[in-house]
């Protein structure tokens, strides 16, 4: 088995992991595996997209294998929501019907080019005045042809590097890849603050989906926003939380690596989850103190909330309300 290393991407450049792959299997034994360590939903369709010097080279099918689909060593992978694939696909379909055009085109001026020379070669000793009239006028008129197609097959040429350059721009836009931006220790603890106060508006009327889709990113968003999470559930059952106190005590560890960052905080955070009914539900009520891991990701130029995870619970009590 052949094997070869190819680096995965999420289409926006945000993250990337570098994996071996085997040559003879296919797409789509990798597609699902691909998706889960990018971060992207499992659900969701996704199409992997060939890329050349950072742009977006071809649309690949995922029921080719690797070697099918020309994938060679070092090559990247980016992985596009379905919509943008086949917008890629089509464009390298366009692209493949104008360039069989082109070359349908030159190859008919090189056989007319071949036929006038045969013809030539044929009547060498064809020297009578009235021969060599209606020789030098078969000659202008095959010329003519031939100064046609190919003025045509120049001005389809130059069509087709107008249309690749347009394309190609257009797609350019659409894979840009940007470089993570910097993050220092206090816009870590900035984010987690937004987080913190955002959760007033977001588990509770007005149910603020948008506020958390700017704030959350990969689990974090899934968990909390997307279909079927937590606000899904609160807005569904009429249910919401009042938060009292919010604050983060202390940071215990902070590390960034290209664009991703973790940070360790210990927050207090008070919170009462009230039933549809008004009443309290005890068990999803309390004032606690916690050493919580954030996961922090940049997505488009924007650091977001990725994940985060309970390390223990240091303190707990009853809420006051």
């Known amino acids: 088995m052949e094997e070869i290393a190819v680096t995965f991407q999420k289409h926006d450049g945000s993250r990337e992991k570098t994996l071996s792959i085997v040559?003879?299997?296919?797409?789509?034994?990798?597609?699902?595996?691909?998706?889960?360590?990018?971060?992207?939903?499992?659900?969701?369709?996704?199409?992997?997209v060939l890329l050349r010097n950072g742009k977006a080279y071809k649309a690949l099918s995922e029921n080719q294998t690797f070697r099918e689909a020309g994938v060679k060593e070092n090559d990247n992978l980016a992985l596009f929501p379905l919509e943008n694939w086949q917008e890629i696909s089509t464009n390298n379909t366009a692209n493949n019907a104008i360039a069989d055009q082109v070359e349908s085109s030159a190859s008919l001026a090189t056989k007319t080019i071949n036929k006038t020379e045969t013809f030539q070669d044929r009547n060498p000793s064809n020297n009578s005045p009235t021969a060599l009239g209606i020789l030098a006028g078969v000659r202008n008129w095959q010329n003519a042809i031939i100064i046609g197609g190919l003025i045509s097959g120049a001005i389809l040429i130059g069509f087709v590097s107008m249309i690749r350059h347009q394309i190609t721009g257009g797609q350019?836009?659409?894979?840009?890849?940007?470089?993570?931006?910097?993050?220092?220790?206090?816009?870590?603890?900035?984010?987690?603050?937004?987080?913190?106060?955002?959760?007033?508006?977001?588990?509770?009327?007005?149910?603020?989906?948008?506020?958390?889709?700017e704030?959350?990113?990969g689990k974090a968003y899934d968990d909390n926003i997307g279909a079927g999470g937590s606000l899904d559930w609160l807005e569904k059952n009429g249910a919401y939380y009042r938060y009292g106190v919010q604050k983060i005590d202390s940071v215990e560890q902070f590390f960034v690596n290209g664009s991703d960052a973790t940070i360790e905080t210990i927050?207090?955070?008070?919170?009462?989850?009230?039933?549809?009914?008004?009443s309290i539900d005890a068990e999803n009520t309390s004032l606690d103190t916690r050493l919580v891991r954030y996961t922090l990701q940049a997505v488009n130029g924007q650091w977001k909330l990725a994940a985060y995870k309970t390390v223990k619970i240091i303190k707990k009590s009853q809420s006051s309300q």
């Open 267 to 278: 927050v207090t955070e008070e919170r009462t989850l009230y039933k549809k009914n008004g």
């Open 23 to 48: 040559l003879d299997e296919k797409l789509s034994e990798y597609r699902e595996e691909v998706q889960t360590f990018l971060g992207l939903p499992d659900k969701s369709p996704y199409g992997f």
């Open 172 to 213: 350019a836009g659409v894979i840009s890849i940007q470089p993570a931006p910097s993050l220092s220790q206090n816009q870590a603890v900035d984010l987690i603050e937004r987080w913190l106060k955002a959760k007033r508006e977001i588990f509770a009327p007005p149910y603020n989906r948008q506020l958390g889709a």
């Open 215 to 217: 704030l959350t990113t």
